[in-house]
Each structure stands twice: as structure tokens, then as C-alpha cells.
């Protein structure tokens, strides 16, 4: 704490009692209330609070506010141009997806159509195939049956002339003697039933 001495007192006129501001003096600077509290400067206080205000407000109403309402306006501008040109796209799209489901249907309607008639050719060619295989077949069986007949016909005839050799055969073996071929005719004949 700070204590004034007399012979201090004296020496330092300007030092003296302090007021309650703390301003040397006492009542020299005022009357130690805050200033914008000061009820004598209401006035110019007021003056400047309107002044500024109006500069602010044209300030914000000629510079700010335009330029804040341009900018607002060319972003709404550009998000619908934005919006206007995704749905030309979306529709572009829309369109590009129709056409490609149109083209796949027409190709699976084409592959089809040409699998029936890949189909339908193999088919009659198969067709042709085998009746070409069973004319050749059946001309080759009338054939077989032909020459089967034929060898049959001289087998046939020739059984009689086999038996006769045979049974000429077996008598001179067995019996010894011998036997003229008409007598063996008659005795096959009579055994076959002729």
C-alpha cells in the first residue's frame, strides 16, 4: 500500500487526493461515471449511432445485399440448369435403356427364328437322311432276300442230287454192293413224298 508523506505532499503538488477514477486530481476529468452512462453525452452519442447505422444500412443495402441476392440468383440459375439438364440426361438414358431392351428383344426373337430353322433344316435333312439309309437298306435286304432265294432254289434242287450221291454212298459202304441211280431217285422220291 501506498502512503503519502507530507514532506512527499509538498514536493509533488499534482500528487494529492485521488478520486475514485483514480484520476490525479480529483474532480478535474469528470465526474468518474462511465462515459456512454454519462448523461451529457447523450446526444453526440446518438448523432453517431444514427450516422453509422445509416452507412451501414446503405452499405448492406447498395453493395452487400446486391451482391449476396446476384449471387443467390446465379446459384438458383445454375442448380435448375443443373436439374434441367440431369433430367434431359435421365430421359436420354431412359431412352437409351428402352432401345436397348427393344434391340435385345428383336436379337433373341432372331436367334430364336433361327434356331427353329436351323432346327427345322436339320431335321428334314436327318429325315432325308434316313429315308435315303432305309431305301439303300430295303434295296440291300430285296437284294440278300433275292440271292438268299436264288442260293435256296439251287440248294433246293440240288438236295436231290446230294441224296442220291449219298445214299450211292452210304450203300456201298455199308451194304457193299452197288445200286444204279435210278433205283436210288425212285427210293428218294418215295421217301420225300414226291
Request: net charge negative; aromatic share 6%.
Amino acid at each position: 500500500m501506498f502512503v503519502v508523506t507530507p514532506a512527499y505532499a509538498e514536493s509533488n503538488p499534482t500528487e494529492g487526493t485521488h478520486s475514485e477514477a483514480g484520476a490525479p486530481g480529483g474532480e478535474a476529468h469528470g465526474s468518474g461515471v462511465f462515459p456512454p452512462f454519462d448523461s451529457s453525452t447523450f446526444a453526440s452519442q446518438l448523432l453517431w449511432l444514427a450516422i453509422t447505422f445509416g452507412l451501414f444500412y446503405l452499405l448492406m443495402s447498395k453493395v452487400i445485399v446486391p451482391r449476396i441476392g446476384g449471387i443467390l440468383e446465379h446459384r438458383r440459375d445454375r442448380i435448375a440448369q443443373d436439374l434441367d439438364e440431369a433430367n434431359r440426361l435421365k430421359e436420354e438414358a431412359d431412352e437409351a435403356i428402352a432401345a436397348y431392351e427393344q434391340d435385345l428383344a428383336d436379337a433373341r426373337k432372331k436367334a430364336s427364328a433361327i434356331a427353329e430353322t436351323a432346327r427345322e433344316k436339320a431335321k428334314a435333312a436327318a429325315e432325308a437322311e434316313q429315308a435315303s439309309t432305309e431305301a439303300g437298306l430295303n434295296a440291300k435286304m430285296a437284294d440278300a432276300e433275292k440271292s438268299i432265294f436264288a442260293i435256296k432254289q439251287k440248294a433246293l434242287a440240288e438236295v436231290d442230287t446230294i441224296a442220291e450221291e449219298t445214299a450211292t454212298d452210304v450203300v456201298k459202304h455199308l451194304l457193299g454192293g452197288s445200286v444204279t441211280k435210278a433205283e436210288v431217285a425212285a427210293a428218294i422220291r418215295a421217301a420225300s413224298g414226291k
